[in-house]
């Protein structure tokens, strides 16, 4: 899935990384638990997330998340869409719900990790 056609389908705004809006997400992985996160060893996942601090960055870092998508209508600082930037990440920001954003994607072809 296309990642213009994810920041459609949350009703979202993309912070960074429009330079990548054509790039293709085949998995999607929704926690608020870095822990977790950092358990993962996939690539190419987009990471959903209620989590509005620099931790998820630098989580995201770790793991070598690229995509993500902060949920729950949370708005993120300057300082952290500048860190996203400067990691070539795309971070974006929807209105819905983890549960409503996890189920439209799913819906539309975006395959779980687990």
């Not at 998820?56 to 902060?70: C, F, K, M, N, S």
């Not at 070539?88 to 779980?112: D, Q, R």
């Amino acid at each position: 899935m296309k990642i213009e056609k994810i920041i459609q389908l949350l009703e979202a705004k993309i912070l960074c990384g429009h330079h990548r809006i054509n790039d293709d997400i085949n998995n999607a992985f929704s926690s608020d638990l870095m822990s977790d996160v950092l358990t993962l060893d996939s690539e190419n996942i987009l990471l959903i997330t209620g989590l509005a601090n620099v931790q998820i960055i630098r989580t995201a870092e770790v793991a070598e998340i690229h995509y993500l998508v902060i949920v729950r209508n949370k708005k993120v600082s300057k300082d952290i869409v500048e860190l996203a930037t400067a990691l070539n990440m795309v971070l974006i920001e929807s209105p819905y719900s983890m549960f409503k954003a996890s189920g439209i994607l799913y819906s539309n072809g975006l395959i779980p990790i687990y």
